[in-house]
């Protein structure tokens, strides 16, 4: 495929009403990624490889935030407005100017099939290669109730029927259309600018293209590809099954790289996380986007990652947060109930119980008692904690930025510490124990006497 040019272009300008939403459908997520984030990645996959191959995206509703998301994909994808909404072959000649340019192959997808795999996108355009002028992707439903059928005849495909159109005998096909084509940049123009839109709803339909190539004697055939790549996404509903199906793709890949998942379909990736073989993850384990994790970590139930970099042979959680900026270096661990953002943990530190460490820097063999915080916002700007290696930072002391704690400091539990601590000093930062004598007794008598009045 290397050797073939290939414009791709991309349908994004649909409503999509029935996913009652301020925002396009295509920006709709799934895993952490749009609709149509999804769709861009997989055509870079497998059409784009080619210097001369390009990207060409019709946008509509939503359409400045559309762009902005492709870009941050494929910064040098183009975009075409379809200004009305007359139907799918309407829609392609919105980019004609792309399609007026000379390509091997041509591409149409649409910006909702999240799950189009490269491996249909690649077969559809092998058959190109192969002298085929348009490739229809078909795909065969349990059910093919309103679906199109592709009708064939010794190895060609003559015609899509829909169902309403459908005769009794035809009807029984289960052949469907899945919508997504790919056609000779030869003749691809020419084909979809004859359509016409002599139907009931008086659109322009790109599936028209078949009967008009069948015609005029060119080699129309269709694929098969499996029914998840077709699937398009209209309201909530199917963006939850669709979730689903690439989730369970995902566990699937992840498990066949080596990765152990006790209970996968409890576990939620994002769709750029990066998981090394050898690694343990429990039950209910949810990644948000830009994590990696090194071999040999465990990451125990009900933990919740995002934005972290995971070294290896670490331990995480149970129960336990990692926000964007958290990076724990070898066999560093962070424990039940504890929160890191935007920190660095050192090789062999521990971050053991009910702690919060952000905007902050722990050395390597350090070890962060139960209850720490590091105080790091003064309600309007944000401060870095450091401390060094091998200190001992004791029970429920809270560390109040900027601060900086040297290299094997002990902090005694329930400090306040405000100043630098100097590398192997005891700190203690709170006040002497006074014991009043039966003072406890008078509190009680006087706060009984406030109870009663209030209950009058």
């Known amino acids: 495929m290397r050797s073939r040019s290939c414009l791709t272009i991309i349908l994004a300008a649909g409503e999509g009403t029935r996913m009652k939403s301020a925002i396009s459908k295509v920006l709709h997520p799934i895993a952490g990624l749009p609709l149509v984030g999804h769709v861009v990645k997989a055509v870079q996959g497998a059409c784009l490889e080619n210097e001369k191959s ?13 762009k902005k998301a492709v870009a941050g ?3 040098a994808a183009r975009f075409f407005t379809q200004s009305e909404r007359l139907g799918t072959a309407h829609a392609v000649l919105a980019a004609r100017e792309a399609l007026a340019d000379s390509y ?11 799950l189009i795999e ?18 229809v992707m078909g795909f065969r439903p349990e059910n093919p109730a309103g679906y199109g059928r592709l009708i064939e005849e010794n190895g060609k495909l003559v015609a899509i029927i829909e169902e309403k159109d459908a005769s009794e005998e035809q009807r029984k096909i289960n052949f469907c259309n899945g919508g997504l084509m790919a056609l000779s940049g030869k003749v691809a123009l020419q084909l979809i600018s004859a359509v016409k839109n002599d139907n009931a709803k008086g659109e322009y339909y790109l599936t028209d293209v078949v009967k008009l190539a069948h015609a005029q004697g060119l080699n129309v055939i269709a694929i098969e590809v499996p029914v998840e790549n077709v699937i398009g996404i209209n309201n909530r509903a199917e963006l939850a099954e669709a979730e689903n199906l690439w989730q369970a793709r995902k566990r699937r890949e992840v ?26 993850i429990e039950p209910n384990v949810f990644f948000g986007a830009k994590v990696h994790v090194a071999s040999g970590a465990v990451i125990h139930a009900f933990s919740h990652i995002e934005g972290a970099q995971i070294g290896a042979n670490t331990s995480i959680g149970p129960f336990a947060r990692l926000r964007p900026g958290a990076k724990l270096a070898e066999k560093a661990k962070v424990g039940n109930f504890c929160e890191v953002k ?21 050395g390597e063999g350090s070890n962060i008692g139960a209850g720490v915080i590091t105080c790091n916002y003064d309600g309007y700007n944000k401060f870095r904690t450091i401390i060094g290696s091998n200190a001992f930072i004791g029970s ?25 601590v100097p590398e ?33």
């Open 73 to 75: 994909i494929n910064d």
């Open 118 to 135: 490269e491996t249909s996108l690649r077969a559809a355009r092998e058959k190109l290669a192969q002298g085929a002028d348009i490739v």
């Open 255 to 280: 498990m066949l790289s080596g990765v152990t998942l006790i209970a996968p379909e409890t576990v939620f990736f994002a769709h750029d996380t990066q998981i090394e073989p050898d690694v343990l």
């Open 54 to 66: 390009s990207l060409a995206v019709v946008v509509g509703r939503g359409a400045e935030d559309v």
């Open 342 to 362: 935007n920190a660095d943990i050192g090789a062999g530190a521990k971050v053991n119980h009910l702690s919060y460490i952000g905007d902050a820097s722990v």
């Open 104 to 114: 091997d192959d041509v591409l149409v997808v649409f910006g909702d099939t999240p």
């Open 396 to 420: 429920n002391a809270a560390l109040v930025a900027p601060l900086t704690i040297g290299n094997g400091v002990y902090v005694a539990s329930g400090s306040v510490i405000t100043d630098e």
């Open 424 to 456: 192997n000093a005891l700190a203690l930062g709170r006040a002497r124990q006074i014991n009043k004598e039966g003072r406890a007794q008078v509190l009680r008598e006087k706060y009984k006497a406030i109870k009663a009045n209030k209950n009058k």
